[in-house]
């Protein structure tokens, strides 16, 4: 089950899911303003140069929007400090707008992330017809072309990540 379908009870989201997709927004937008994906360890220095301790297991389930609710204060705020935002935006409860940085920068992600699908289908989709084929490039590039920075920064290959593996798009 992914973070965003994790559900308490009704249509909101978990806190657990709540948590995640605050998270692994603040982890897009970091792509999208340096060109690269944030590591664990970048975080984890980090946050060490801060006194606070992460392990990979835990920043793992609070990424997943499993296991159970990170509602660790210090560990929250040093977050936020990382990533630049409100200290209160990664707190359990908090009602935090989404801040002005990361709002203006989401359609920029997605669209990013359709040009990055558009080039994978294009080399793994060769034996799917030209019709079906055309069908999805057409989707796409209607999200592309809403912000056409997001399929030239897409054309950079993508850094591996730390287990050496490509990032997936």
Same mark, same amino acid.
């Given at each position: 089950? =992914?973070?965003? %379908?994790?559900?308490?009870?009704? #249509?909101?989201?978990?806190?657990? /899911?709540?948590? /995640?997709?605050?998270?692994?927004?603040?982890?897009?937008?970091? *792509?999208?303003? +340096? @060109?690269?994906?944030?590591?664990?360890?970048? *975080?984890?220095?980090?946050? =060490?140069?801060?006194? *606070?301790?992460? $392990?990979? /297991?835990?920043?793992?389930?609070?990424?997943? @929007?499993?296991? +159970?609710?990170?509602?660790?204060? %210090?560990?929250?705020?040093?977050?936020?400090?990382?990533?630049?935002?409100?200290? $209160?935006?990664?707190?359990?409860?908090? #009602? /935090?707008?989404?801040?002005?940085?990361?709002?203006?920068?989401?359609?920029? *992600?997605? $669209?990013? +992330?359709?040009?990055?699908?558009?080039?994978?289908?294009?080399?793994?989709?060769?034996?799917?017809?030209?019709?079906?084929?055309?069908?999805?490039? %057409?989707?796409?590039?209607?999200?592309?072309?809403? &912000?056409?920075?997001?399929?030239?920064?897409? =054309?950079?290959?993508?850094?591996?990540? %730390?287990?050496? &593996?490509?990032?997936?798009?």
């Amino acid at each position: 089950m =992914a973070a965003d %379908e994790v559900k308490l009870g009704g #249509d909101s989201p978990s806190p657990q /899911a709540e948590l /995640a997709r605050r998270l692994n927004l603040l982890l897009d937008i970091a *792509v999208a303003e +340096r @060109g690269k994906p944030v590591t664990f360890r970048e *975080v984890q220095e980090q946050l =060490a140069s801060k006194g *606070v301790k992460l $392990s990979r /297991a835990r920043w793992f389930y609070m990424k997943d @929007g499993t296991g +159970r609710l990170v509602s660790d204060p %210090e560990l929250l705020t040093a977050l936020c400090e990382i990533f630049n935002v409100d200290p $209160s935006y990664l707190l359990p409860g908090s #009602d /935090a707008a989404l801040p002005e940085r990361i709002d203006s920068q989401l359609e920029f *992600v997605k $669209s990013l +992330r359709a040009a990055r699908v558009k080039s994978f289908a294009a080399r793994t989709l060769g034996d799917v017809s030209p019709e079906t084929l055309r069908l999805i490039s %057409e989707y796409l590039n209607k999200d592309i072309d809403l &912000h056409p920075r997001g399929e030239q920064a897409a =054309a950079t290959a993508p850094e591996d990540t %730390e287990d050496g &593996h490509p990032e997936a798009p």
